[in-house]
């Protein structure tokens, strides 16, 4: 497609979204429901043909030579794809926040105020490798009574077609307005810089992606945009450490799925503990197959690591590889978590109550843990059925973003004959 035609081609989505939006913004909780039950059965009987068209991503990414960690992130099997219609099903099952009543007052004057709930109206995510989110992004946002605009990346074109395409036509049979969930089915990145210029149309942007995406979204969209920045997670052992918790909640963090953005990339031991925690902790990673950048006090216990540079410490990795420091006290890892992190997810492993409570209270980042793993981060573990992606700002939405974050207030405010003196 010539420029002009991807330009022209993006505004109509757009414009149709934001008429959707208008119809969706009145539905009855039943009615977003039975559109999301329709979607959910949908995936399930056309699972064959998603796998079929994921396969082809998934080879195309082998032949370009792609990470491991990466090919993780992009592969959908029969595993994955319960996990969507399960995730869908979830969101069925949660309260509907459009209505709800946040606050409800009278001031001095005769009118009652309410604050409630309402849709915030067109959606667009700009997203990366991962297909699951097509559908996450589209089911919370139907939920929240919201149109979505979806625009994936390259690697995954054929998945993400096949998905929109299924659940949306499966949600206007069940009675959604036609425009409600848009594929900008483009590989073209003209389709991005056009995007983020529809400010009358699309009402907030999410990037979920590479810090790179982030940051030029960020920089020149001219919609208000919500950012799923960066994962440079870490976790900091403590003295006081359990060792046996300590070895599990730290393999976990890093090796369970090192492609996502909840995976720890910084490890961060206290000196007292390190010559014992250290070399049964290493020999798991490199068994494991995890390549280790060690500082120079971590690579004296463990000789075979790799000496770390500066650029370590602000690296996020997406793969089996991981950076180690010994820090001499909880003030100095909360110095370097504070530093280098990305405000994303942070863990303390320590049976000291005081360090922990420190700890949670200092680490500036949308989740702090204590004794659990970064790993943890994420919608459907915290309740939320599925998630639009993990916010790293400080306002609007903070952490996992579920169907609340995709609403904003109004007020409704009723009087009689009241007017202002």
């Not at 959606?123 to 919370?140: C, G, H, K, Q, W």
């Not at 003209?190 to 210029?197: C, G, R, S, Y």
């Not at 006290?329 to 000291?352: F, L, P, Q, R, V």
């Not at 500036?364 to 459907?380: I, M, W, Y």
Request: overall charge neutral; glycine content about 6%.
């Amino acid at each position: 497609m010539e420029n002009n035609e991807i330009k022209q081609a993006v505004m109509m989505k757009a414009s149709a979204a934001k008429e959707a939006s208008r119809k969706l913004s009145v539905m009855t909780s039943g009615q977003k429901n039975n559109m999301l039950a329709a979607m959910a059965e949908a995936l399930a009987q056309n699972a064959k043909e998603i796998l079929f068209h994921n396969e082809i991503d998934v080879d195309a990414a082998k032949d370009a030579g792609l990470s491991a960690a990466l090919i993780d992130r992009l592969t959908l099997d029969e595993k994955r794809i319960g996990d969507m219609i399960k995730g869908v099903k979830d969101v069925i099952l949660l309260e509907d926040p459009v209505g709800s009543c946040v606050e409800e007052y009278k001031p001095s004057i005769e009118i009652d105020i309410k604050k409630i709930r309402v849709p915030l109206g067109v959606i667009s995510m700009i997203y990366e490798s991962r297909p699951n989110v097509t559908v996450d992004a589209a089911t919370l946002c139907l939920k929240a009574g919201n149109a979505v605009v979806l625009k994936g990346g390259s690697e995954a074109i054929n998945s993400n077609r096949i998905l929109a395409k299924i659940i949306s036509e499966a949600g206007v049979k069940a009675g959604m307005p036609a425009g409600a969930v848009q594929f900008i089915d483009t590989t073209d990145r003209t389709a991005v810089l056009e995007m983020i210029k529809l400010k009358y149309f699309i009402d907030l942007l999410i990037p979920r992606g590479s810090e790179e995406l982030v940051n030029f979204i960020n920089q020149n969209s001219s919609i208000p945009v919500l950012s799923h920045g960066k994962g440079l997670c870490h976790t900091y052992v403590d003295k006081d450490a359990d060792m046996d918790m300590a070895f599990k909640i730290a393999f976990n963090a890093k090796c369970q799925r090192p492609g996502v953005c909840n995976a720890m990339e910084t490890l961060l031991v206290h000196k007292d503990i390190a010559s014992k925690f250290l070399p049964q902790m290493c020999k798991n990673y490199f068994d494991s197959g995890v390549k280790i950048n060690g500082c120079a006090l971590t690579k004296s216990i463990v000789p075979s690591v790799n000496e770390a540079s500066e650029e370590n410490w602000s690296k996020e990795y997406h793969d089996l590889e991981l950076s180690i420091k010994v820090v001499n006290s909880i003030e100095e890892a909360i110095a370097h978590i504070n530093k280098y992190g990305s405000m994303h997810s942070d863990a303390i492993i320590t049976n000291n109550k005081e360090a922990a409570d420190k700890f949670l209270m200092e680490v500036d980042s949308a989740a702090v843990f204590h004794n659990a793993s970064t790993r943890l981060h994420d919608g459907s573990v915290f309740g939320l059925g599925c998630e639009i992606g993990i916010s790293t700002m400080k306002l609007h939405a903070r952490g996992t973003m579920g169907i609340k974050e995709l609403t904003t207030t109004k007020y409704v405010v009723r009087g009689s004959g009241t007017i202002r003196n």
